[in-house]
């Protein structure tokens, strides 16, 4: 028993080593870096290694995107269940655009780049429903009678909007905390 668990450890360390140096390559040089040639360099184990673990880049890609929806989930909710006396649709929005903001390439993998992650679906992995969750706890505080999941579709739509053309260069800077609380408001209605 002893050298299966051994081994099985050691499976573990390879493939969090391989997603962990995959996310590393794509935050410095961007997603079209990350091959299995440039990662097999990176971690110093040979291409076949890569693959045992992961059947393709798409799968691979996969990985790193469900620790970013963990992480995103995370951070929303901490938000969420620390934000006292605050607006939690604010809360919630500021920590969801500060958190795409300072991960780039894990929010492009999550939300940008094509994967086979479903959301709204009987096999949507709970990475994805977690975060999906948190902005649903916010919206419902300001839903009244309306129906508080086209709410949070809202939300979330407006939010990746204001991320990714921001992002783009196209909204101005400075204005990126009063858009999110403008985003807020309307939903306040």
Do not use: C
Request: proline content about 4%; hydrophobic content about 50%; aromatic content about 6%.
């Amino acid at each position: 028993m002893a050298i299966t668990d051994r081994r099985q450890r050691e499976r573990t360390a390879q493939r969090d080593l391989i997603v962990a140096s995959a996310r590393v390559l794509a935050e410095q040089e961007g997603w079209d870096a990350v091959t299995t040639r440039r990662l097999a360099t990176e971690i110093e184990y040979s291409q076949p290694v890569i693959y045992k673990h992961f059947a393709s880049l798409g799968a691979l890609a996969e990985a790193v995107a469900l620790e970013g929806f963990a992480e995103l989930a995370a951070a929303v909710h901490q938000a969420r269940v620390g934000a006292a006396d605050a607006d939690p649709v604010v809360v919630v929005a500021h920590a969801y655009v500060d958190w795409a903001v300072a991960n780039p390439s894990l929010y492009d993998v999550m939300f940008v780049r094509a994967t086979g992650l479903q959301f709204g679906a009987e096999e949507t992995p709970p990475q994805l429903t977690e975060g999906y969750a948190e902005l649903l706890a916010a919206t419902s505080t300001v839903a009244g009678d309306r129906d508080p999941e086209v709410l949070t579709e809202v939300l979330w739509a407006a939010l990746h909007g204001l991320v990714l053309l921001d992002r783009g260069g196209r909204l101005r800077p400075a204005h990126r905390r009063a858009r999110v609380e403008a985003v807020a408001a309307l939903l306040a209605g």
